[in-house]
């Protein structure tokens, strides 16, 4: 019997071993990563750069440009050039805005024009999922600031005591004798109509203020609720436990070497998941872009860390004055299926080859030796209408689609509806001219043809030969 019994024990031994091993060996799911996050910014001087660009990090630190690295809104209102935007979502979502300066410095503007004869406008766009963008609007800032000669780097947050944003700016403007750039403020619910601008940053003498941008913090990690960071000829940091009320000074970063004569734009991120925050700042003397500096205590000075260049990684282009939201997974998900990086295309005419599809006052036809090139530039999306089809998207009017109205082809801004959706959606096909071609077949009228006529593009039935070699092209790159 003892026998017995031992041999069953070491039976189940060996059964709870085997048993143990398995349940080690099965693989586990994996944490779903965080969301990651969303920089908008400019690149540089000149009206290409002076646009609106997307770049995304999973980590924070290292980024990707979407798009791959082109302008995703541009421009067409006020000096056509916009600088310095901030990324606003509404505090229950579903409501984004872009606002930035109204500035293109290079584009018949100098720097001395936008300070003293300046835009008194900001730029902003509006979007009801954050890659659907409206047409531009101007806003009016700074008309009614006594000398108000410009408006520059805006920035929002939201005030949780009037349920209204707290936009605010640097004006150049005249008081008490003296000129130089202050920080003014104004409510808004919708920015389209704000209250009387207010005085908000003013400091001593004749130093000027441009930049600022406030975080709030949560409790426990900072002595006060709301931090800005501010260029001012250092990085000055403040604390506040109101947006509006009194604001005390605790430092600034020439601890850790850098100060406003080497660096500004800051530009806040927390880091999802822990108490971390990175600031970065432009590294505008050197031209260097954006840096990030790490603390876990934004009210504290002493807490900051410089990063080594091969902690992070800026990506392909410079990212110059702008902001960070940290995206939803489902505003990640639309973002990145909406800028996948597409490579831009022409479209090259079968019987006139020395043609391209262009755009020229947002009418469409074919021209050789197109200038500027990038009017013949397209990106072939996805279909608006859905998978199985292609539309195209300029290159530098991005938001803007071919589409089709009468038959004839325009360049168009895309407003979210279903309806342009399909008029600007086409089925690709073998070329009727050569197979090795495309034609395009419209959506929503399969028995038309894209075509050229009298070099302008249209819609046609295509009948004749003359016909099917007007409506073949070649998609270069």
């Not at 189940?12 to 080690?24: D, E, G, I, P």
């Not at 800032?141 to 920035?155: F, K, L, Q, S, T």
């Not at 840096?291 to 260049?309: F, G, H, I, W």
Request: glycine content about 10%; hydrophobic content about 35%.
């Amino acid at each position: 019997m003892p026998a017995l019994l031992s041999r069953l024990a070491a039976i189940c031994a060996a059964a709870c071993l085997l048993f143990t091993s398995q349940v080690l060996a099965t693989p586990q799911p994996a944490a779903a990563a965080e969301p990651g996050y969303l920089m908008v910014h400019f690149t540089g001087e000149g009206s290409t750069n002076q646009q609106m660009y997307l770049s995304h990090s999973q980590d924070g630190v290292h980024w990707n440009d979407l798009d791959g690295g082109g302008m995703v809104l541009r421009s067409t209102v006020g000096t056509r050039g916009v600088r310095d935007p901030a990324l606003v979502r509404a505090p229950e979502g579903g409501k984004y805005w872009i606002v930035a300066t109204d500035l293109c410095i290079g584009c018949g503007q100098s720097w001395g024009d936008a300070q003293n004869n300046g835009s008194r406008n900001l730029v902003v766009w509006e979007s009801t999922d954050l890659v659907t963008w409206s047409q531009p609007w101007l806003l009016n800032v700074a008309g009614d600031i006594p000398d108000g000669r410009n408006a520059w780097a805006p920035e929002a947050i939201w005030d949780p005591a009037t349920k209204d944003y707290v936009l605010y700016w640097a004006t150049n403007a005249t008081l008490d004798g003296v000129l130089k750039h202050r920080i003014y403020y104004a409510r808004t619910s919708d920015f389209r109509t704000v209250t009387t601008p207010q005085l908000y940053i003013d400091r001593p003498g004749t130093q000027g203020i441009i930049d600022t941008q406030i975080i709030e913090t949560p409790a426990g990690v900072s002595d006060y609720r709301y931090v800005r960071a501010s260029g001012d000829g250092q990085i000055t940091l403040e604390g506040s436990d109101s947006i509006l009320g009194t604001w005390t000074r605790l430092g600034d970063l020439s601890g850790i070497g850098l100060t406003g004569s080497q660096v500004e734009g800051p530009m806040w991120m927390k880091f999802n998941g822990r108490d971390e925050w990175a600031l970065y700042l432009d590294q505008y003397a050197s031209g260097g872009g954006y840096m990030p500096v790490l603390t876990t205590d934004p009210s504290d000075p002493a807490a900051y860390r410089k990063q080594t260049a091969g902690s992070y990684d800026m990506g392909g282009t410079k990212k110059r004055h702008g902001w960070i939201l940290n995206l939803t997974a489902a505003e990640e998900s639309r973002v990145l299926a909406r800028w996948p990086g597409t490579v831009v295309n022409r479209l090259q005419s079968y019987n006139f080859q020395d043609r391209y599809v262009r755009h020229a006052n947002f009418d469409v036809r074919i021209d050789p030796g197109v200038s500027p090139a990038e009017d013949s530039g397209f990106r072939l999306r996805t279909g608006l209408a859905g998978s199985g089809t292609v539309s195209f998207e300029s290159v530098n009017f991005p938001g803007y689609f071919l589409r089709h109205a009468g038959f004839d082809l325009q360049l168009v801004h895309n407003d979210g509806t279903g309806q342009f959706a399909a008029d600007a959606s086409f089925r690709k096909v073998a070329g009727l001219a050569d197979s090795a071609w495309s034609s395009f077949q419209p959506y929503n009228f399969p028995d038309r043809y894209i075509r050229h006529y009298g070099f302008q593009l249209r819609l046609d039935p295509i009948t004749t030969e003359a016909g099917r070699g007007d409506a073949t092209f070649r998609v270069t790159s």
